[in-house]
């Protein structure tokens, strides 16, 4: 049998008083996803461990089955294998925004949405400049790059910029949990008042300012770790021979490359309500005919719950309804090697909060011959009563894969 997960980033949600008390999965308009739990198997799944925050990359690494506290080291490494860069042991990678400060305060954490192209001037700069044997500088994409200090530790209380908008970024710079940790925090802090002296008055920010933009005028650099420890995805299940990841998002591209899963880029996947279902379908049928599992991540519902529009995340929730699950679906019921999906959100995204929760997700598991529950349609509420129960850790992956 082969495998597809298709992963609606943050589509769970709150029962909303403008829905009647319904949850935005319970409101939309939703016939494949609901057909697939009549005739399949749900549950709920805790995506984010004790401990951890709501990130997306901790949830998806649940959803995998990942043990967060064994493989979790940041966001620094998946982004570091996301744009390619192979960590050495003894390599410590931290996401490095590009930010705005304005005096005393951390304006915006993006440098007023720098593009990938302005940056990249401004990263190699900052290479040229401030990079060493032990210091480097890549570029990632618009405000999100990576830093990479060789025989760095860990050990660090950093700030994520996005956290402290209009707050004093003094107090907030990088500091040592313990002592032997206190070299990298210094050269950290050095760092990142160096990038201070030196974006001051390049012609790339005097330019930006001219034209009414925020300068990108402070490195900051947060969530520090090593390479993660992450078994394969084929070692762990060995009947998937190779496995394939589709997404916009560059920490899912990061787990998936340390889980060994082959990367997919499909043009026009934007990560937003604009994203290219139909080639993101058209790809994943593509992989589910020579690999055996496939990741499918669809990020546009988080975004929209981030922004708080109830119609925008319900038009997202029945895009991927109309346009990703029932098409695969129907491409695939048929096929002579059966095909199981898997339907669920990696963490809820409630349009109230327009930030990630760390409430369990509803999940479906479909496959020809399986035999349902009594559940009817997929959303929280009725997913409670999945003959799955409440899952944890590697239960819903174990569960799923030896089906
Ligand atoms: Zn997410």
Redesign the pocket.
């Known amino acids: 049998m082969k495998h597809i997960i298709i992963l609606g980033?943050?589509m769970a949600d709150h029962p909303l008083p403008q829905l009647g008390g319904r949850t935005l999965l319970q409101a939309a308009h939703t016939p494949w996803m609901d057909l697939l739990a009549r005739q399949g198997r749900n549950g709920r799944l805790v995506t984010v461990a004790p401990g951890f925050h709501p990130?997306?990359e901790v949830?998806?690494m649940s959803v995998l089955g990942y043990d967060l506290p064994t493989v979790y080291e940041g966001r620094g490494p998946l982004e570091a294998a996301s744009i390619g860069v192979d960590l050495a042991p003894g390599d410590m990678a931290m996401r490095c925004n590009l930010v705005c400060l304005e005096g005393d305060l951390l304006k915006n954490h993006s440098a007023g949405h720098i593009t990938t192209e302005e940056a990249d001037t401004l990263i190699r700069f900052l290479q040229e400049r401030l990079g060493d044997e032990r210091v480097h500088f890549y570029t990632g994409v618009q405000y999100r790059h990576l830093l990479v200090i060789r025989g760095g530790d860990k050990r660090l209380d950093c700030t994520p910029p996005h956290d402290v908008p209009l707050q004093p970024w003094r107090p907030l710079l990088p500091k040592a949990e313990c002592p032997e940790a206190q070299q990298t925090a210094d050269l950290l802090d050095t760092l990142i008042l160096r990038s201070q002296d030196l974006l001051r008055d390049h012609p790339l920010n005097k330019q930006r300012i001219a034209q009414g933009k925020d300068p990108a005028n402070s490195i900051w650099p947060w969530s520090p770790g090593y390479r993660p420890q992450m078994e394969p995805f084929s070692a762990r299940f060995p009947q998937v021979r190779s496995g394939a990841v589709i997404t916009a998002v560059d920490l899912i591209r990061g787990i998936g490359r340390y889980a060994g899963l082959r990367r997919i880029d499909v043009p026009g996947a934007t990560g937003l309500y604009d994203t290219n279902y139909e080639g993101k379908v058209r790809a994943a049928l593509d992989a589910l005919r020579t690999d055996d599992f496939v990741y499918l991540h669809i990020?546009a519902s988080?975004e929209a719950g981030h922004e708080g529009d109830i119609a925008l995340k319900r038009q997202t929730i029945e895009d991927l309804d109309s346009r990703v699950v029932g098409p695969i679906y129907e491409a695939v019921k048929d096929w002579p090697e059966p095909v199981a999906i898997a339907v669920l959100?990696?963490?809820p995204?409630p349009c109230e909060v327009r930030t990630?929760t760390a409430e369990p997700v509803p999940f479906l598991v479909w496959h020809p011959g399986i035999e349902p529950d009594a559940v009817q349609t997929f959303d929280e509420v009725a997913a409670c009563e999945g003959s799955y129960g409440l899952l944890k850790e590697d239960q819903f992956i174990n569960t799923f894969m030896n089906a």
């Open positions: 980033d943050g990130g997306s949830a998806n990020e988080d959100p990696d963490h995204t990630h």
